[in-house]
């Protein structure tokens, strides 16, 4: 009579070859039977830092939820084909979870809307780490493309930095103690607008007497550093008690 022979397992080996937290990882290998036989009830065992994870008996994967980064895990398999089991095959070394590298979820520029020179701008991002790392941070502003060098790391530009016709953007990476993200930028940046001109320390001087000359002074301010322009509108309004007498013509002096 012809006996069974015990079947055999070849070429074992994890998928991927360096799983990270977030990923699941199974075993690869080639079952061998010399009697053509099917495999049937192979056994499979894993261990976690040495010790035996029994709630994993004769699974071919792990699923990412069970891992952390850097523990080591092992497996073995015994082959079967419903009859006979064959010897113990273990993986030649130990598998070791690597650092998830951190992410950047989201990032934003504010303020949103209309931005003049006046306004500062600010940073606002989130990230994340599988391995629920702490996180450091890297920025890098962009005025109309060029790095701006002194504004590393900085979350806030400050009104001082900016002028009307700059467009402003920002670069974020994130290192968790072993690695740096990818580099992620928002979705819009921010041109600086034109702010409107204000006067200051409007005075108005003469006119004591009946048919004497009024004149109007002023300080004209501009926070861009703009010129003041011949389109300045100046209204004079001549009223007695609540009654408005005349709308006078647009110019410094009243006659």
Known sequence: TISNSAPLVNNLEISPN???????????????????????????????????????????????????????????????????????????????????????????LLPVGSVYTSDNLTAVFEGADDDN???????????????????????????GYTRKGNYWTYKVWLFDGSNWSNSFSPSIGITILNSRPSVENVTLVGGQNTGSNVTLSYDFADIDGDLESNQTVISWIITRGSDVIQDAPSTQILP
Not at 97 to 108: D, F, H, L, M
Not at 145 to 153: K, R
């Open 18 to 108: 360096d799983p990270k937290t977030g990923d699941d990882f199974s075993i690869d290998y080639t079952f061998i039977d010399v009697d053509s036989d099917l495999e049937n009830g192979t056994r499979i065992i894993w261990y976690k830092d040495g010790i035996l994870q029994h709630a994993l008996n004769n699974s071919i994967s792990v699923e990412a939820n069970f891992t952390l980064k850097g523990q080591e895990w092992h497996c073995k398999v015994q082959p079967s084909d419903g009859v006979d089991l064959g010897n113990w095959i273990s993986l030649s070394a130990n598998t070791t979870i690597g650092n998830t590298i951190p992410r950047v979820i989201s990032a934003e």
């Open 133 to 159: 790392d702490p996180i450091a941070y890297r920025i890098s502003w962009f005025n109309n493309t060029l790095e701006v060098s002194t504004l590393e790391n900085s979350l806030i530009v400050s009104s």
